[in-house]
């Protein structure tokens, strides 16, 4: 590790740094994915449940890539997995039961934490591992599109929006914390 000896004590090196990065995003496409499920557990096919059923796929294939990203870099997954598997459905299904825009609003929440987060991501590895950084701008993309798409079907008319998405992207940025590092 060339950067070990210009560290201080208790200070990640960059494959710490990067590992951190694949498993919190690793999580958060597992998160995604069930909030989907959740949703469409509740809205089957009604008029969103197309369009959520394409997001959900291009999660679970963003799921898939940093699936494979961590077993190549043996990354281990973080322990709160099961949690993120009851909380992200649980999720998913009550903004469905509010109705559909309040599921729309949920994706919006979420997408604009995730944005930042990438975005922050992105600008840390600047120079410095093109692959991941390529993954990682691939997917802030991907989720940019579903915000504007999720706005488009009406998350802002949702019932209590600025409550709703307030308590949600405070959800998502403590998971994003929580996931990282536990």
């Not at 096919?45 to 997001?55: L, N, T």
Request: hydrophobic content about 40%; glycine content about 8%.
């Amino acid at each position: 590790m060339t950067d070990a000896p210009n560290r201080l004590p208790g200070e990640l090196t960059q494959d710490d740094v990067k590992a951190r990065m694949i498993r919190v995003d690793q999580a958060g496409e597992y998160g995604a994915v069930r909030i989907y499920e959740g949703q469409l557990a509740v809205l089957g096919p009604r008029a969103s449940g197309a369009v959520i059923r394409r997001m959900a796929a291009q999660e679970a294939r963003h799921l898939e890539k940093f699936d494979r990203l961590m077993t190549e870099r043996r990354v281990r997954p973080t322990l709160l997995s099961p949690v993120w598997h009851m909380a992200g459905f649980a999720l998913g299904a009550a903004t469905a039961l509010i109705g559909e825009k309040a599921a729309m609003a949920c994706t919006v929440a979420v997408e604009e934490v995730i944005d930042e987060h990438y975005t922050q991501q992105a600008e840390r590895l600047e120079g410095n591992d093109p692959e991941l950084k390529a993954l990682i701008e691939e997917c802030r993309a991907e989720e940019i599109e579903h915000k504007a798409e999720a706005e488009e079907h009406g998350a802002r008319e949702a019932v209590g929006y600025p409550l709703l998405t307030g308590a949600i992207k405070t959800g998502a940025r403590l998971a994003i914390w929580l996931s990282s590092r536990v």
